[in-house]
């Protein structure tokens, strides 16, 4: 059910009704799967929760003309009680650090120590939702007498949030284990339901940001290598959604019956190129999430912004706002994250986000995007475009498919058919000229110091016009 008509709401499942859980499996094994799963119902629901939260995060037109904002630590956004729940369970997680101290031994990649950690709450993690989560919830009964409960499917997106501990890495693809862990909390009617956008704001700040500082600190703590990453040529080495939510809550200011803008900014909001400048980038992180991941990236990364951070320096030069770039971070999400065999392969499939194919969705065409992963057969390159038609129960009116291939996303349009980026997860860094794209056009933004004013640069950034 939609929202005022204009934002999908992920469903919820009614008991009364009857619902089969099933183990998450892998379900992706080669490239070709990736098209699958961007069929799936489990990927409408995903887009549908995201597009959700990123919603509530817009800052709000109230009655009396005023805006709120939704900084972090917002006195104007109260926690559930599920929330404090949420938060209790991360803080447990945190104090299991103590348990599995940082192995202080020779290393190159990661540290051992995690593993210790990550066994610790593996052996725990029965005891650890037990103790956060309604019983009631956790032990919702299948409708197959024999199946088993709503728990076996939380515990699998759960325990894929916090990393490897095989490979000593964490990525986007543990983010999107964790978001699909509060998407079936949401399925399985774990929280209140508000009017809409207020529990969507309390999951972003007070679960997601949390959740996001408890990983940092886990990365730090134990070293741990970017899962997947694209290297320079990437957005960031380990998160992706702080970029969606906190370029939203920098965006103009939404009644209830507005659609989502695609440009423009608060007033008082921050200049985009601000993410270069240390003294903005202190400020802000402590109550914006796109500045929190920037911040992160400089407590871990030394040197000019724009050579370790390339892309992000690009997104800066931005000049149509915040919203614009917001539109943006979430079509370059569908094709840098979902659309991407190496972050994807891992994420498993039960009832609650499940492989069956959406009864709306329409094949993709096959894309660099998906490619990069095993394949089973040579693929002829796809010449054709999808039929007519939306392919995900959020679209509307006649949409084209994005760059990174799947349904007809809500951010797809115009005319043409979006360029197709090559896959750069095996280029090397090269030299670190402020030309940081392969697929950027003869213009770029100097670097620092360059000829060029700040407004006169060009954004190389893959969805700017």
Known sequence: MAANGLVRVLPVIDPSAGHSFREPIKRIHEHQDVSEFLCSKGYVDIMTFLLQLNRSMFPAKLPDGRVQTWPVGSDAVEYSAPVRQLQQLLSKLEAILEEAPPDRGPRRFGNISFRRWYEIVESRVSSLLEECLPADLLKTKSSDPDGPTAEVELKAYFLGSWGSPQRLDYGTGHELSFLAFLGALWKLNGFPRNTPGVEERAIVLGVIQPYLELVRIIIRSYTLEPAGSHGVWGLDDHSFIPYIFGSAQYAPA????????????????????????????????????????????????????????????????????????????????????????????HFPFGSLFSWDRDPNAVPPPSTVHAASGPQSRPQEPSTQHPAPGTM??????????????????????????????????????????????????????????????????????????
């Open 392 to 465: 995900a129960p959020w679209a509307a009116g006649s949409q084209t498919s994005p760059a990174g291939g799947g349904t007809a996303a809500p951010w797809a349009g115009g005319p043409a058919r979006a360029p197709i980026l090559p896959d750069t997860s095996r280029l090397p860094p090269g030299p670190m000229a402020p030309t940081r794209a392969p697929w950027a056009s003869a213009q770029q933004r100097p670097a620092p110091g360059g000829p060029a004013t700040q407004e006169d640069m060009l954004t190389k950034a893959p969805w700017a016009k």
């Open 254 to 345: 939404l009644s209830q019956t507005d659609q989502v803008p695609e440009e423009g900014s608060l007033p008082d909001a921050p200049d985009p190129n601000g993410v270069a400048k240390a003294a903005v980038v202190e400020r802000e992180r402590q109550t914006n999430l796109y500045f929190s991941a920037i911040g992160f990236i400089y407590d871990v990364k030394k040197g000019p912004f724009w050579e370790h951070s390339p892309m992000l320096y690009d997104i800066s030069g931005i000049r149509t706002g915040w919203a614009k770039i917001n539109k943006g971070m979430i079509k370059m999400y569908n094709a840098e994250v979902l659309s991407k065999f190496p972050v994807v392969q």
